[in-house]
């Protein structure tokens, strides 16, 4: 089945460790995004990807950091230097045939920081 | 910038009975698109329905219609013969612009409770 992964589905760290969060699609979609979500709020967005080797800041991108060396790849850092890490995290495609596209979204990483 | 408004953080409907979601947007692009999202309490992103600036009829899915008034700048959902299983948070949510690259703006959300 064509869909979204995000694994893990909860993850925990220390306090000034980095986490790598993963999203994998197989959908052959170009374009990849990730966002934010915090408790009873709408999602922002930290990255954004239309093409492989290629990304750019979103709203919020301050202590992140992204990479797409592959199409079905676009997996999310988040850095010590981010502040309030705490979080779900949610990764969508999007294919790029159409102006507006809808996104599809994976499950989500809910990463919590002590 | 675009802006997405969802004034009513909380709805109650009966079940079978029909329920409107409201959303208000702002933006100075000429061409966007508009688009609704429930997420369960799983956290998932369930794509509903869609409608772009320039479509001459509502958006119609199933149980799920858009009201579309332009002029206003509403994109309101409906949701006809509710179900148990609707409850969820619904997103109303917008790309805008040649350039935005399908770049979503979300509204704060509403919390939809179905009563049987």
């Known amino acids: 089945d064509g869909g979204i992964t995000q694994s893990p589905k909860y993850l925990f760290r220390k306090e000034g460790q980095n986490v790598t969060l993963s999203c994998e699609q197989n959908?052959?979609?170009?374009?990849m995004y990730w966002y934010r979500q915090d408790p009873g709020q709408g999602l922002r967005l930290i990255y954004y990807?239309?093409?492989?080797?290629?990304?750019q800041k979103g709203d919020i991108a301050e202590g992140y950091s992204v990479s797409r060396e592959k199409k079905e790849s676009f997996p999310l850092t988040v850095t010590s230097a981010q502040k309030n890490p705490t979080a779900f995290y949610l990764c969508?495609?999007?294919?790029?045939?159409?102006?507006?596209?809808?996104?599809?979204f994976g499950p989500g990483t809910r990463l919590t920081v002590t | 910038a675009q802006k997405i408004t969802q004034t009513q953080p909380g709805m109650f409907v009966q079940e079978k009975e029909a329920v409107t979601l409201d959303c208000t947007y702002d933006?100075?692009?000429?061409?966007?698109?508009l688009f609704w999202y429930k997420q369960p309490s799983s956290g998932e992103m369930i794509f509903l329905i869609y409608q772009g600036s320039y479509d001459e009829q509502n958006a119609t899915e199933g149980r799920y219609s858009l009201n579309f008034q332009k002029a206003r700048k509403s994109a309101n959902l409906v949701i006809s013969a509710s179900q148990l299983g609707d409850s969820a948070m619904y997103f109303c949510a917008m790309a805008g612009g040649l350039t935005s690259y399908g770049k979503l703006t979300f509204g704060q959300g509403t919390i939809l409770t179905v009563h049987p």
């Open positions: 969508a495609s999007r294919g790029t045939s159409g102006r507006f596209n809808e996104q599809y």
């Open positions: 959908l052959n979609h170009d374009a």
């Open positions: 933006t100075s692009d000429q061409s966007y698109g």
């Open positions: 990807s239309q093409i492989v080797n290629d990304f």
